[in-house]
């Protein structure tokens, strides 16, 4: 049975991580994305063609989103997603089930779907970063446990440094950068990434966080995210299309907010993802 719950603050006291917030579009679907900035129509969003022709990078390129099977972690988030009353970005956790009520930050959303989805994951990780009842790690912990920082990596991760090998539901962690004032984000792969002209890739991606992911970010119509001072999109938990980059292998070197880099600058912040197995 699922029950109402609080989560208190991110690990090690920090409390000032995931600065961007983005909203879904109810129904996951091109044609239940509206515009919504009042400058962008549906017509012009460019999905991945059906001849396999790359569309060159813009602010139009929309990352499709998966079913919600191919994945226990999507599942988890897009149920959350379809059935949430109200969500505000926040870095004291409310957890709500009952009345649909979500207030969180990045890595408190990330850290709720993976202990209800992986648990095996969410022990091993917290375990080995010693991570205190009732908080969490910062995207930086967390980017230096898939790493194996904190010595080899539990059985129940298979970390991803392929961008061929990164699948919806996967988590992307992005640890901070204080010389860019970047304080660190985490996501969970809404959706395959869909390769761009110029070899880059648009990811769609859910998250709870304060800054758009581009113009089509759902957290501009969606009126369950709470606005917040000096934002026209709201915030909390949505979805977004962000931007990956790779070498001539295919492995990720690097991510940009926005298709078009608007938002937090992520300036040589590396992408550190895995798939949580169980």
């Known amino acids: 049975r699922t029950t109402p719950m609080t989560a208190p603050k991110v690990g090690t006291g920090v409390l000032g991580v995931c600065v961007a917030v983005a909203v879904i579009t109810t129904g996951l679907t091109e044609t239940s994305a509206s515009a919504q900035t009042g400058d962008a129509s549906l017509t012009n969003r460019y999905y991945p063609a059906s001849n396999g022709t790359a569309p060159d990078p813009s602010p139009l390129v ?99 440094t392929k961008i061929s090998n990164l699948r919806p539901g996967d988590y992307l962690i992005f640890p901070a950068n204080p010389n860019d004032k970047f304080v660190g984000h985490a996501v969970i792969a809404a959706g395959p990434p869909v390769a761009m002209s110029d070899g880059s890739y648009a990811l769609s991606v859910f998250d709870s966080t304060g800054s758009a992911h581009g113009p089509f970010d759902s957290r501009y119509v969606d009126k369950r995210t709470t606005k917040q001072a000096g934002r026209k999109n709201g915030s909390g938990l949505g979805n977004g299309t962000m931007r990956i980059m790779v070498d001539a292998s295919g492995t990720m070197t690097g991510a940009k907010w926005s298709i078009d880099a608007g938002g937090p600058s992520m300036r040589n912040i590396p992408v550190v993802a895995a798939h949580a197995l169980r």
């Open 62 to 160: 929309v990352g499709p989103v998966a079913p919600p099977s191919v994945s226990k972690s999507l599942r988890r988030v897009e149920r959350v997603y379809q059935t949430m009353k109200k969500t505000v970005y926040s870095h004291k956790y409310t957890e709500n089930v009952s009345t649909g009520y979500y207030a969180w930050d990045c890595v408190g959303m990330t850290d709720w779907i993976l202990h209800r989805a992986a648990p095996k994951a969410w022990t091993s990780m917290h375990t080995s970063l010693a991570i205190r009842p009732g908080f969490v790690p910062t995207p930086t912990k967390w980017a230096s446990y898939l790493q194996g920082s904190q010595g080899p990596v539990s059985k129940n991760w298979r970390t991803q």
